[in-house]
């Protein structure tokens, strides 16, 4: 259930993770001219019917908050496009220079808004790129303004996020079975038809016509986390509309339910260990060595499950608000001193640093409103994408599987997973490979310490395309571009300014 922009993925997904934009700047103030974009096509792809209207609409800007927002009309189920339609909210934030062409962005999740991340555009793309391209945003069908799933009140929310993610007993298994299903079948009747129409291959076919809409002839796009998962997707469905696509943060396509969430759980191990002996190194309050201060979360988090704390607000801190919150300061490590802080308040009897932390990952303000339907969505996508036809009743042999392979997260992470074993709708995806054989070459970026997308899934990707090039960043934090980096920043805007990959195809920066 943590997300790839700011959370862990399912059995394969459960957190894919909404990447947060980051300050930072770019070594390429000004770049090289753009060139080698090419002009734009509306035609639906071959061999389809009924796709005309979509690919021949124009999007009636107007002026909003964040830029210029308008909304794409999409059929509801791409195989009756005579049917029902739903709208995607789009935001376009201009060049400011003359504009070569159009960048489309996407954060992650499943669930971030592609809208509010366009939005940051000065934070979330370098200066030569917002001079030469239009940014371009998209809510994901099912996500924010784009008709969001729906399952549950904000205080069913509450007590959702705060549940038990390590039942200890028969009893507390049952009831971790219970609570899932009841949250699935929810999400069912509350949302209605949409809920079977909200996977990754729907998000792709909407994304092409978002292209055509733009005037792109090919899509330039940057997709972090799980946007990785939508370029990748399209890409197979789209090859020849493939322009210059950055994947940086990689969730692959082939992944099985338990890779997924054993990859995760390694990564957040490997995470949480990093911040342990950084702790460590100095007068660390929890211990002197990285296994003593890993031994004291543990110890605590094992309290929070007998006896929640409270905090200022009014909610109580939970066992498994407790693991959201210490998942959130995971994903990027400025937030290692406010973690440091949160767990020594906590020690002293005060739930609420660390509360803060969870809220932040779950999108919930103080006054006890989600401010999006991150968590709602997320399995809504995961588990079309690739259901689990395990038994729910025989999960805790899954569990104690990922656990095995990854002591500090693997419990947590595999029962955050259940969602799919207990999920109504069947899957209609499947893991599988993509080789986008006829795309343009794709960048692909990794980082060496990524808690929610572990570089190896970078290189398994890498691999399987037929045309990649791979910038290896050699650090902490969930993905790399724009992370105070130069060496990763630089190649990939020259990558969107002139389509130049990497001297041998591979880079690694440090």
């Known amino acids: 259930m943590l997300h790839p922009g700011r959370r862990p993925l399912r059995l394969v997904a459960a957190v894919a993770a909404l990447v947060l934009p980051v300050a930072g700047c770019s070594a390429l103030d000004s770049g090289p001219q753009p060139s080698?974009?090419?002009?734009?096509d509306q035609q639906p792809p071959p061999g389809t019917q009924g796709l005309e209207p979509f690919y021949a609409q124009e999007l009636a800007w107007r002026d909003c908050d964040s830029g210029e927002c308008a909304s794409l009309e999409v059929p509801l189920d791409w195989d009756k496009p005579g049917e029902e339609t739903i709208k995607i909210?789009?935001?376009?934030?201009?060049?400011?220079?003359?504009?070569?062409?159009?960048?489309?962005?996407?954060?992650g999740g499943p669930g971030g808004s592609g809208v509010d991340y366009a939005a940051a555009a000065d934070q979330i793309v370098g200066k030569s790129i917002r001079t030469n391209f239009d940014v371009v945003g998209f809510d994901p069908r099912g996500v924010g303004r784009s008709a969001p799933v729906n399952c549950v009140t904000d205080r069913e929310l509450d007590r959702w996020m705060g549940r038990d993610p390590s039942p200890d007993d028969a009893a507390e298994r049952s009831k971790a079975v219970e609570e899932s299903t009841r949250f699935g079948e929810s999400c069912k009747a509350t949302t209605g038809e949409l809920i079977r129409h909200v996977s990754t291959v729907d998000v792709a076919k909407d994304l092409d016509v978002l292209r055509s809409a733009v005037d792109d002839g090919k899509l330039t796009y940057l997709g972090k986390s799980y946007g990785t998962l939508i370029g990748s997707t399209y890409a197979d469905l789209f090859p020849d509309?493939?322009?210059?696509m950055v994947l940086d943060g990689v969730m692959p396509p082939d992944l099985t339910g338990q890779e997924g969430a054993i990859g995760q759980a390694k990564g957040f191990d490997t995470a949480t260990r990093a911040w342990a002996k950084d702790c460590a190194s100095g007068d660390c309050p929890f211990g002197s060595s990285e296994d003593e201060v890993v031994e004291w979360v543990q110890a605590e988090l094992k309290e929070l499950d007998a006896a929640p704390v409270?905090?200022?607000?009014?909610?109580?801190?939970?066992?498994?608000?407790?693991?959201?919150?210490?998942?959130?300061?995971?994903y990027d490590e400025s937030l290692w001193p406010r973690l440091t802080e949160a767990l020594v308040a906590l020690d002293e009897g005060d739930g609420g640093p660390l509360m803060d932390l969870g809220m932040v990952y779950a999108s919930r303000n103080a006054s006890g409103r989600y401010t999006s339907n991150i968590m709602e969505a997320l399995p809504a996508v995961n588990c079309l994408d690739r259901g689990?036809?395990?038994?729910?009743?025989?999960?805790?042999?899954?569990?104690?599987?990922?656990?095995?392979?990854a002591p500090i997260w693997g419990d947590f992470l595999a029962w955050e997973s259940l969602s799919c074993a207990t999920w109504p709708v069947r899957a209609t995806g499947t893991a599988h490979t993509v080789d986008a054989k006829g795309a343009d070459p794709i960048l692909v970026v990794g980082t060496t310490r990524d808690p929610a997308t572990p570089y190896a899934w970078a290189k398994r990707l890498h691999e399987q395309l037929d045309d990649s090039a791979l910038i290896t960043h050699e650090g902490d934090g969930h993905t790399a571009y724009m992370r105070q980096d130069d060496c990763v920043d630089t190649a990939v805007e020259e990558f969107w300014l002139t389509g130049e990959l990497p001297e041998g195809?591979?880079?690694?920066?440090d």
């Open 388 to 405: 689990d036809d395990t038994d729910p009743r025989e999960w805790q042999t899954v569990a104690q599987e990922v656990a095995d392979e």
């Open 241 to 244: 509309r493939v322009g210059r």
């Open 36 to 40: 080698g974009l090419s002009a734009g």
């Open 505 to 509: 195809q591979e880079l690694t920066c």
């Open 310 to 330: 409270p905090t200022s607000g009014e909610l109580e801190l939970t066992e498994g608000w407790a693991s959201i919150g210490i998942a959130q300061a995971m």
């Open 89 to 107: 909210a789009v935001n376009r934030v201009a060049a400011k220079g003359e504009k070569a062409g159009s960048l489309v962005v996407n954060p």
